[in-house]
């Protein structure tokens, strides 16, 4: 018989552990080849190795099932989990038990490598409160159960540990993870729970989305510590760095830190300069552009584009000459893409001229300036929300995903290509533009926050996504190029032939522009996205289109 109660296990607890997982780079940087090793079985593998630190990485195609099923819970074990091998889980035990510091330094690795921690976000307080409100309601965990979960390797009881208002996070997820391998080696227990934890679906093969446990019924404040961090860890990290930035570097993560809490030091240096930040997305465009040339292969566009894209790599290389002791991310991103811009150069060249010198393909430069521009832009996403929206640390959802959509907004000129009118013509660029507007909030966002899709916001956000989803679909079937040799601008494709058909398009925008603008303003509690006047009687450029 099914049990009613949620269940601890290993599964449920990779499945929460997934939900915290620092930000992933998107499909498309993937598949440029920018890789940020958080995949599913990167992450098993991080887990198992807090068990067993000499475990060898298995065979990725092997393995990524064993992973699928492991978070399934429909296995316990398997040829690559050694999960089942007493010898392995009983020498874990002995090493928590008599050796505490290895293992709580195993974990703490764990979690500098993969969790995502004190954003404003606040991803590890929510995987905490989830496994408190899974372990709570878990019948079959008993009330004076163990778990090795403080950091100086004492025990807590299940009673002391769902009360807990402090915790050190790699202890706490050491302690449950010891038990889990222990106390639950029965991992297909499990199943029921992680089934009511996902939507279903009635596509083949699609992914179901998280719907389970997210900590909401703690209602309590946690404070959330990593505990002293290692000497091991530290070594590490401090491998690569010079004397002077091994000073400054956070034990974790830099400090996002706001302009008005710089310290003396700090303000004589540059962390984030708005006329740079113009170029860095300029930069952006121009890119993405080349990338959407090179994708679908166009040969008439791809001279000038590459133009563009070299012209703004220039720019922006140029402009950082400006920065005064430029500092941190800003100062590894100028670093970054100033020695790509001479690859760039010496390749090209190269290429231009067919010699036979030993220099790293276009290619592979172009993907390495992809990587160092989409790192910077986290980087600054973040920075933003913290400076620009002065979102504290335990800011709502709601509170983030307003300002994420707000900056987005800005920073895609959505704002630009609201206020254009498709009867005269559309920019390519900003076609281009929602294109990735859209893929943004998809992943700063509508994934994100997923546990939190039955919030307005959320519901509001995703429509306005669909909203301009659909506009530009609308476009792209009746818009052609108006210039064969130059596919920058469009314009309605039947415009000089047929004025039935024109007043109709025209009408058609108008809704879609009305429609867009309803959404927003109940995004952002009354704003308006236009500068003209979609209300109910047409807009100011009816006369001129017309």
């Known amino acids: 018989m099914a049990n009613k109660y949620p269940h601890l296990c290993g ?35 991080g887990l198992i190795r807090v068990i067993y630190p000499e475990f060898l990485e298995p065979p990725k195609s092997t393995f990524k099932t064993n992973t ?12 690559y989990l050694p999960f089942g091998e007493p010898a392995t889980i009983l020498a874990f035990d002995e090493r928590v038990k008599r050796d505490y510091q290895s293992a709580f330094t195993s974990m703490c690795g764990f979690v500098d490598t993969f969790i995502e921690v004190g954003t404003v976000i606040g991803k590890d307080v929510r995987l905490v409160k989830a496994l408190i409100e899974l372990i709570a309601a878990d019948k079959s965990i008993g009330v004076q159960d163990q778990f090795y979960s403080c950091k100086v390797g004492q025990v807590l009881t299940k009673a002391e540990l769902v009360v807990i208002q402090e915790v050190c996070l790699p202890a706490f997820l050491l302690g449950i993870w010891h038990y889990i391998l222990t106390n639950r080696k029965e991992n297909y227990l499990g199943v029921n729970t992680f089934n009511r934890w996902h939507a279903p679906t009635t596509e083949l093969r699609a992914k179901r989305n998280f719907i389970g446990l997210n900590g909401a019924s703690v209602t309590r404040n946690i404070k959330i510590t990593l505990g002293d961090k290692p000497k091991e860890i530290i070594a590490l990290e401090n491998e690569h760095l010079t004397e002077a930035e091994s000073e400054n570097q956070s034990p974790y993560k830099p400090e996002i830190l706001p302009d008005n809490t710089h310290t003396d030091k700090q303000k004589s240096s540059v962390y984030f300069d708005e006329k740079f930040d113009g170029r860095v997305l300029n930069l952006d465009r ?106 504290p640390q335990n800011a709502t959802p709601s509170e983030v995903m307003l300002a994420t959509f707000k900056q987005t907004v800005f920073d895609y000129h959505i704002y630009q290509f609201a206020n254009t009118n498709p009867l005269a013509t559309l920019s390519f660029d900003l076609e281009i533009d929602v294109e990735y507007f859209v893929e943004v909030i998809n992943d700063k966002i509508l994934l994100s926050f997923a546990y ?59 809704n879609f522009c009305k429609e867009l603008n309803r959404i927003f303003g109940e995004i952002t509690n009354g704003e308006t996205l236009f500068i003209y006047d979609v209300s109910e009687g047409g807009s100011s450029f009816d006369d001129e289109a017309l």
């Open 11 to 45: 599964g449920t607890f990779f499945t929460l552990v997934l939900q915290a997982l620092k930000q992933r780079t998107s499909a498309r940087q993937r598949s440029a080849g920018v890789h940020d090793n958080l995949s599913e079985t990167d992450v098993l593998i």
């Open 452 to 510: 939190a899709q039955k919030e307005p916001l959320f519901l509001r956000i995703s429509e306005f996504v669909k909203a301009i989803e659909y506009y530009t679909y609308y476009l792209s079937n009746h818009m052609c190029p108006m210039n064969d040799r130059r596919v920058y601008t469009f314009g309605p494709s039947q415009y000089d032939d047929n004025i039935n058909w024109t007043v109709a398009f025209q009408q058609k925008t108008l």
């Open 68 to 79: 699928s099923d492991y978070k399934k819970c429909k296995i316990s074990s398997g040829t």
């Open 286 to 391: 121009a890119l993405r552009h080349l990338s959407e040339t090179l994708d679908i292969d166009d040969k008439n566009q791809s001279d000038i584009v590459v133009i563009k894209f070299v012209e703004a790599l220039n720019e922006i290389v140029s402009q950082s000459e400006w920065l005064i002791d430029p500092v941190r991310e800003l100062k590894l991103f100028v670093e970054n893409i100033t020695k790509l811009s001479k690859e760039w150069a010496v390749a090209a060249k190269a290429t231009e001229t067919d010699i036979a010198e030993i220099v790293r393909p276009l290619s592979v430069v172009l993907t390495d300036i992809k990587s160092a521009l989409h790192i910077y832009l986290d980087f600054r996403i973040k920075y933003l929300l913290t400076t620009k929206f002065s979102l």
